[in-house]
């Protein structure tokens, strides 16, 4: 070969392997990049190209599903009760991505999971248009609907969630303010724009599931766990604590009161069990500090307190305890202020394992993954470990019961025996100017429980600086407790 010939090959040689590096480079390193970039618009194409799958409630009803459309986006995603599911299902946007189960189950509505190769397989050699998963929930609609109702229609800003005790079960929920995600997955770009400036300028911030997502002062229903880490270290029902009216941090000038500055009963102590139904803070900020720190944070561990990077599949933010630094910060721990911050869920976990003898369940928001009507995957429950002993938690249950009867407002169900937490949390940095956020934990009937629930109402509701867990979320809770038994 001459020269120039030799000159050619070698360029033509160093071409293709140009050739081959960019291919690889753009095939291998960029194609996830490329794939997602949002401008791609084959991309997009392709994904509304397939039939994705329902999200359904216990029983099948509908909470997310597709309507065929003449467009280029072959399907609409629909949500026939929007707002009422949204912070479970949340949106799946051709322009915003998504959240919620769209976004958790991804791979199972979009027919990518490993579950439906198969179907995959069978498509390809059928010529069948390629669809979905479909994922099914643990949410019972009436008690879902029923919470939703009652938090909308007082206009809250709150949350409420409903567990079986016995498996972990999400039975509800409900996030508010809520939003309509069918807004969001419109095929109309201005449509969605004009929705999603809306939403994320509003100050009431209605696509946060506050739920899962949103931490908590859990005020006095953090109680539950102070008197758990008393009762598993040697402490009884009747072990008495300060009844003063007041009582002063520990190493600091500031003092702490009971509600409304009364003594905790009639005498200069009070049992245990008259503290927690007395919700009184002094007994409680007593009981802290003779505890320890290393006993109540070991205690709040074992509800699950502290946990990171929880999922439902739904991500759960992290609760936790804070920094304690000295006993004036245990004391006012131990009632639930300070640095204490608990998601409703966790409050709703706690009262769970109580009602369930002490045995913490993982909560689960899906049941089943399908396929048409194959289920290809079944959730059961998860046992997460043992939190209190069954003698604690009867007794805990002894005390939750004595705390309901003291406990004020409405929607008391009768012949159902209910055990109960109220909290009244201050928070903020300056808590005498803001409005107290309203709690109320608890599980029925309390001798065979059947479900658990957390209710939180933000800056008191409608009653301001008058709120109670009992005047303002107790009556919440409590429909939500008959909603179910009453044949949910």
């Known amino acids: ?38 401008r791609n618009s084959r991309v997009l194409l ?32 629909k949500y026939p009760e929007g707002p009422i599911y949204a912070p479970i299902t949340g949106y799946y946007s051709s322009n915003y991505g998504a959240t919620g189960l769209e976004k958790a189950q991804d791979s199972v509505l979009n027919g990518s999971d490993p579950l439906l190769f198969g179907r995959r397989l069978s498509d390809l050699i059928t010529g069948r248009d390629p669809r979905g998963g479909s994922v099914q929930t643990t949410i019972v609609p009436k008690v879902q609907q029923f919470a939703y109702k009652a938090m909308s229609d007082k206009k809250f800003s709150g949350a409420v969630v409903a567990m079986d005790p016995k498996t972990g079960r999400i039975l509800a929920m409900v996030s508010t303010p809520s939003f309509d995600p069918n807004v969001l997955s419109a095929h109309d770009t201005e449509a969605q724009q004009k929705a999603w400036g809306e939403l994320t300028k509003d100050p009431k911030k209605p696509s946060m599931n506050r739920a899962v997502g949103e931490t908590y002062p859990p005020g006095s229903t953090f109680k539950m766990v102070t008197a758990a880490a008393a009762l598993e270290n040697g402490f009884t029902k009747d072990s008495p604590l300060t009844a003063a009216p007041t009582i002063t941090l520990p190493g600091t000038n500031n003092q702490l009161e009971n509600f409304n500055g009364n003594r905790c009963g009639g005498g200069e102590t009070a049992p245990l069990i008259e503290a927690l139904a007395r919700s009184c803070n002094t007994a409680f900020v007593d009981l ?43 004391g006012q721990s131990g009632i639930g202020q300070r640095d204490v911050r608990l998601t409703p869920l966790q409050d709703a976990v706690v009262a769970a394992t109580i009602a369930n003898g002490g045995v913490r369940m993982e909560p689960q928001l899906v049941s089943q993954i399908l396929r048409d009507v194959t289920v290809l995957q079944e959730n ?10 069954s003698a604690t938690a009867a007794t805990l249950k002894e005390m939750m019961i004595q705390s309901e009867s003291r406990t004020a407002g409405g929607g008391k169900i009768s012949g159902v025996t209910i055990a109960s937490k109220t909290g009244t949390a201050e928070h903020g940095a300056n808590p005498k100017a803001n409005n107290p956020h309203a709690w109320y934990a608890a599980f029925a009937p309390a001798e065979d429980p059947k479900i658990a629930v957390a209710v939180i109402v933000e800056n008191g509701g409608d009653r301001g600086q008058d709120a109670t867990g009992g005047t303002v979320a107790a009556p919440i809770g409590r429909g939500v407790i008959g909603a179910f038994l009453g044949g949910g």
Request: glycine share 10%; hydrophobic share 40%; aromatic share 4%.
């Open 1 to 38: 070969m001459n020269a120039p010939l030799r000159r050619v090959a070698l360029a033509v040689m160093v071409m293709v392997l140009m050739l081959l590096a960019n291919g690889t480079y753009i095939q291998v390193i960029k194609a996830d990049t490329y794939r997602n970039d949002p």
């Open 46 to 77: 392709e994904e509304y190209s397939r039939q994705r799958g329902q999200i359904s409630a216990a029983g099948g009803q509908l909470m997310a599903t597709v309507e065929n459309t003449t467009g280029r986006l072959k399907y609409l995603r």
């Open 288 to 330: 802290a500090i003779q505890l320890g720190e290393t006993k109540l944070r070991q205690q709040a561990e074992k509800f699950g307190i502290g946990e990171q990077g929880q999922k439902i599949p739904i991500g759960v933010a992290g609760s936790s305890l804070g920094d304690i630094p000295d006993k004036a910060a245990l």
């Open 380 to 389: 059961d429950p998860v046992r997460s470990g043992t939190a209190i002993s």
